[in-house]
């Protein structure tokens, strides 16, 4: 059942990212807790708030995420592990480690963007999963990471917030 509401979730963050046409990398990405983000300690407590204020910025939260959910997030993603059977998209084109480096250092791709995700972690109903997505330029630093909170309506998976883990 996971695998099904997995390939599910895949699909609807890269319908969401606007990341067709664009490379995927085709191993997962281990959970990035960084320094970077407005809240250092990225713990359920501190991500399960409606808004926080941070030096005079409002910052949204995510007040239905369940710890349930934030735990198995954090548990499937121990690992990396492969996203191929999960990946059903056409439109992204999986590559792998050394596919990746081999386009960092091509000249007719130092624009392009490659993405990471983490495995979606899910309440015990499948109502809801949490995700992380990065995505990364060849030709400078990281763009960007977030984290993603997504529902489950009728027989589809929707991104409902995101929570920015960092931003060049």
Known sequence: MRSQHEAQVFSAVIKYSRMEGEFLSEISNNYLIT?????????WKNLNISEIFIAGMRVMGFPNLRKETY???????NQPSSLTPFITNPQVTLISRE????????????????????????????????????????????????????EKTAEQWEVKLSYGLYNQ
Do not use: M, V
Request: hydrophobic fraction near 35%; charged fraction near 15%.
């Open 35 to 43: 320094q970077t983000s407005l809240i250092p300690d990225l713990s």
């Open 71 to 77: 735990d198995n997030w954090i548990l499937i993603n």
């Open 99 to 150: 596919e990746w480096e081999k386009l960092e250092n091509r000249t007719d791709y130092s624009w392009s963007i490659i993405f990471t995700l983490t495995r979606p972690g899910f309440s015990q109903d499948f109502s809801q999963a949490l995700i992380q997505i990065t995505a990364h330029c060849p030709a400078g630093p990281p763009q960007y990471g977030s984290l993603l909170y997504l």
